[in-house]
């Protein structure tokens, strides 16, 4: 193949390359480390002095990573690599290593024993390489060169651009007895002396560090103080240092080998490794010892293939590593060796495969790590003086005890804090926070905090902020506040430092899609309460709103937020408070009117609520369903409109004294029994004093109930013949009481009336105009949830009366007929009003009515000389009908809200009207009379007794 096909095409051979790995894996299991300790497993001489076994007991193999040699080329039809070859080359011929085909070009097998390190197979036969599911991709240096310039740099440009993400060299470039132009370590060269020797080299070791490739290099064996050049190059080029590995070998003992150069000046990016007496792979056929196909060898060529399997290890836990990545995860988790921390010896120290697949152990500046998509989890306990930046899709999880001192920024994806940190975090905006763990320092959020990895409990120790834009999502899952399915997410601040400030963002509950562990069923009843937010040392501010869940949620319901000074709890409330039914609870036009009203200045779900608002829905979020109806009941106001029933009641008293007065007040009749107190005059002077009770109930008001008293009197005179005109005063007083409501509604009034009547033949007209001034005061209670409001109003009304009675009267014997038929028109008017005395106080007016009523009836008394007097007992009974308003209402509103009508009691369209009475009439001029009045109804009944003297002159 030439040079110039080779490279055709790489994106298509790259993709095929990572495809065919992947297939070819044969994945582990995690299980226990000591599975892995087989004769196999410690034949190497290495995997147990690095700690393999408990990278594979975690699951990691190398699968489905590709890792190349620059070497001496491959046995590929060695059994240890059958399957695991892909398109390796051979630079000093020009043409490929296939698959299966002997192609090292080294009589010592130098290449197939460092690939057998690397990646010989676990098959129960002689030894397995680090990797033992890695699959290689070998190339052949250019031997045949004249220039050491030109013995490297074609190979690392063919693996970074295949993409290989780990290029094993175990080659060097030094001479220490002088033969030939290099210098023994990298510290006898200077920048400019590299860059005129190694223009080549140096430009193809930045292609493998613009291609994202790990370099592995032996630091050499001439016992030198720092590296050869190849590995020490970072020292001279910085550039390269993020994407380079020195490794130096120690012997079984973890002592430096006598021949290996020491880390020296690479001690930054320099590791140790095995690399005495190391048993592998050799061309089958020269192989020395029992079998063939295997030997020892040593020297930091042996060392460093450990590394790169290692290093392919944490490649398949860590799939989107960059070089960087798998730089500082394997320096940062080595057993420290020699002098402590990083020196010049060791480095960093042994590397570590157990800790090493476990992620960074050690921060030593600000790491950005981008996951890509992919969930991968931190444990070790990470140090230094470095921070993080979580970049990119996918999610990070850090389990460990992490101490770094470094900010910890989320910028994108996930980052689940399960252990615990002391960073102080901030959260991008597209970037989330999540964890069961502890923040032992303060957390902004710009972006979402999401507390647990399903429901949990994520702690900090130090304050919160949450700024505008911000997300605070809990997710839902049961009643109970630990972890995973069943339980709900909570946010806990702890200590005097814990506090939490919100500066606006969004509460998003979620109650489906549930990541983790979690039953996606869940769906929480009306009133159900979580406490998703606990802040130790205070809670200040406010979130902007709730994003409702679109899945989950009973029909017509919704999250509403209640704020306290250290809480956040969400309720489920109904949706709407005017549609009560859709909930499955009771409901009453009048509760309906008071839940359209609460909705139309309901605060929006989510915000912190205050002042009157906040009392009033503050108590309303915290009721029980069933207490719902209830409340509504007594929030609307109700004895407001029954006002209007209970006024129309006390105004049918001065009627009905009037026309008792004028029964039998005929001018002739006067004339006969009152003493004339001038040739000119005929006056009746009389008075009534009652007393009463009633109630009345319909159309789903609560029942209201009343007691009535009062005194009327007045006096008439005759004029003409036929014709008495009089004039009436009368004062009285109602007090009204719904009971189930805790509210009761007084009325004082006083009353002015005209009245007259008129006589022809057996034909009796009365007739009479009234009007009463009331005074209405009202008291009423509020009481649910911890709101207990007495609340009260006093406020005037008017009522206007005209009526009559045209009655026809005769005699049966001694008794008297008269039937009779009755007509009145009442017209009630009422003033504003507004409440005092809490949240719940209402404000408006009892609606005005315009009411006809029309009785018809009979009247029949009769005459029993009694003593020096006269008895005469009589009865009324009578049909009466109302026309026109019956109906009562109050339009009211509470303060910000839309206006809504109440109904009350109504009046009584069809009733009995009843009167029972005794009169005794001691002389011609002096009369007294007692009288039981009452008016009875389906759902109302209004008794009065009566006393009345009359005294004629």
């Known amino acids: 193949m030439s040079r110039s096909s080779l490279f055709t095409d790489l994106r298509t051979r790259r993709w095929l390359i990572v495809t065919a790995a992947t297939l070819m894996a044969s994945h582990a299991y995690a299980q226990s480390a000591s599975v892995w300790g087989t004769a ?19 699951g990691y193999t190398g699968a489905g990573v590709l890792v190349g040699t620059v070497d001496s080329g491959l046995d590929a039809s060695h059994p240890e690599f059958s399957g695991r070859v892909l398109y390796g080359y051979d630079f000093t011929n020009n043409i490929p290593i296939l698959a299966n085909e002997e192609h090292d070009t080294d009589p010592g097998s130098h290449g197939t024993h460092v690939g057998g390190i690397i990646a010989a197979a676990r098959n129960g036969v002689e030894m397995q390489g680090v990797a033992f599911n890695a699959t290689l991709v070998p190339t052949v240096y250019n031997t045949a060169a004249t220039n050491p310039d030109n013995y490297f740099a074609a190979n690392w440009l063919y693996l970074a651009k295949l993409g290989v993400p780990i290029v094993n060299n175990s080659i060097g470039l030094n001479n220490c007895a002088g033969v030939y132009a290099p210098p023994c370590n990298v510290t006898e060269y200077t920048r400019a002396t590299a860059e005129a020797l190694y223009p080549n080299m140096i430009a193809a070791m930045k292609a493998t560090a613009a291609a994202g490739t790990l370099m592995v290099f032996a630091t050499g064996n001439e016992a030198q103080t720092s590296p050869d050049v190849l590995a020490g190059m970072p020292y001279l080029v910085p550039e390269l240092k993020n994407n380079w590995l020195a490794v130096a070998a120690v012997d079984s003992t973890n002592t430096i080998a006598s021949f290996s150069n020491r880390c020296g000046v690479a001690k930054d990016w320099c590791l140790s490794a095995p690399g005495v007496d190391i048993y592998s792979t050799v061309t089958v056929g020269t192989g020395t010892g029992t ?29 989107w590593f960059t070089a960087y990545d798998l730089q500082q995860a394997l320096l940062t988790t080595a057993t420290d060796l020699g002098a402590p921390g990083v020196d010049e010896v060791y480095g960093w120290g042994l590397v570590n495969a157990a800790k090493a697949v476990l992620g960074y152990g050690q921060f030593v500046s600000t790491v950005t790590v981008d996951t890509k998509g992919y969930s991968s989890t931190f444990a070790n306990d990470i140090s230094g003086t470095g921070g993080l930046i979580k970049s990119g899709s996918g999610t990070l999880f850090l389990t460990g005890k992490d101490t770094y001192t470094g900010n910890t920024y989320v910028e994108g994806g996930i980052l689940s804090v399960n252990g615990s940190i002391v960073s102080p975090v901030a959260v991008g905006s597209a970037g989330t926070l999540r964890g069961t763990g502890t923040i032992n320092n303060s957390v902004a959020v710009l972006g979402r905090l999401a507390p647990g990895n399903s429901p949990g409990t994520l702690t900090v120790a130090g304050p919160v902020a949450f700024l505008s834009g911000s997300t605070f999502q809990t997710d839902i899952d049961g009643t109970g506040t630990g972890t995973g399915a069943g339980n709900y997410s909570r946010l806990v601040t702890t200590g005097s430092t814990g506090t939490v400030t919100l500066y606006g963002g969004t509460i998003a509950p979620t109650l489906r899609g549930i990541t983790g562990s979690a039953t996606n069923t869940y769906t929480p009843s009306l009133g159900s309460t979580y406490t998703v937010l606990l802040a130790s040392a205070g809670l200040t501010g406010s979130f902007s709103g709730i994003s409702q869940p679109t899945s989950g949620l009973p029909t017509s319901t919704r999250f509403d937020a209640l704020y306290s000074s250290t809480s956040l709890s969400l309720v489920v409330t109904p949706l709407y408070y005017g549609t009560l039914a859709a909930n499955g609870l009771a409901s009453t036009a009048n509760t309906n009117a008071v839940g359209s009203a609460l909705d139309s200045f309901r605060p929006t779900a989510g915000v912190t609520m205050s002042g009157v608002t906040g009392i009033l829905f503050g108590n309303l979020y915290t009721l029980s369903p069933a207490a719902l109806p209830t409340a509504f009941a007594q929030l609307s106001g109700e004895a407001h409109a029954s006002v209007a029933a209970q006024t129309f009641e006390d105004a049918r008293q001065i009627r009905t004294a009037i026309f008792d007065r004028l029964d039998g007040s005929t001018a002739a009749k006067a004339n006969t029994d009152t003493a004339q107190l001038s040739r000119s005059l005929n006056i009746a002077i009389w008075a009534t004093g009652y007393g009463g009770w009633g109630n009345a109930s319909g159309d789903g008001a609560y029942k209201l109930d009343w007691t009535q008293s009062g005194f009327i009197g007045g006096a008439d005179v005759e004029v003409f013949n036929t014709t008495r005109l009089g004039i009436a005063l009368g004062v009285g007083q109602s007090s009204g009481d719904v009971g189930s409501l805790s509210s009761s509604v007084d009325n004082s009034h006083t009353d002015l009336a005209l009245y007259g009547s008129t006589q022809a033949g057996a034909f009796l007209a009365k007739y009479g105009v009234a009007y009463s001034w009331n005074n209405i005061d009202t008291s009423r209670t509020v009481a649910f949830s911890a709101l207990s409001n007495q609340l009260n109003s006093s406020y005037d009304g008017n009522t206007t009366q005209v009526f009559g009675e045209l009655s026809y009267g005769f005699n049966v014997g001694q008794v008297q007929l008269s039937p009779f038929a009755q007509v009145a028109y009442v017209k009630q008017d009422f003033d504003a009003f507004g409440e005092t005395g809490g949240a719940a106080a209402l404000a408006g007016s009892t609606l005005g009515m315009t009411t006809t009523l029309t009785t018809f009836g009979a009247r029949v008394s009769t005459d029993v000389a009694l003593g020096n007097g006269k008895l005469t007992p009589s009865a009324k009974l009578g049909w009466q009908h109302a026309f026109g308003d019956t109906d009562t209402g109050a339009v009211m509103w509470f303060s910000g809200s839309n206006p809504f009508l109440v109904s009350g009691t109504p009046i009584a369209k069809d009733a009995l009207a009843l009167n029972l009475g005794l009169a005794y009439a001691f002389s011609d001029s002096i009369t007294a009379s007692m009288a039981y009045d009452g008016v009875i109804a389906q759902d109302a009944q209004d008794s009065t007794l009566k006393a009345n003297l009359r005294v004629a002159f």
Do not use: H, R
Request: without cysteine; proline residues 4%; glycine residues 10%.
């Open 40 to 58: 196999e497993y410690y034949k190497s001489a290495a995997l147990a002095q690095v700690n393999a076994a408990g990278a594979y007991a975690l």
């Open 291 to 319: 079998y063939d196909g295997y030997g020892d060898k040593s020297g930091t060529s042996m060392a460093t293939p450990v590394v790169s399997g290692v290093a392919a290890l944490v490649k398949e836990a860590f799939p």
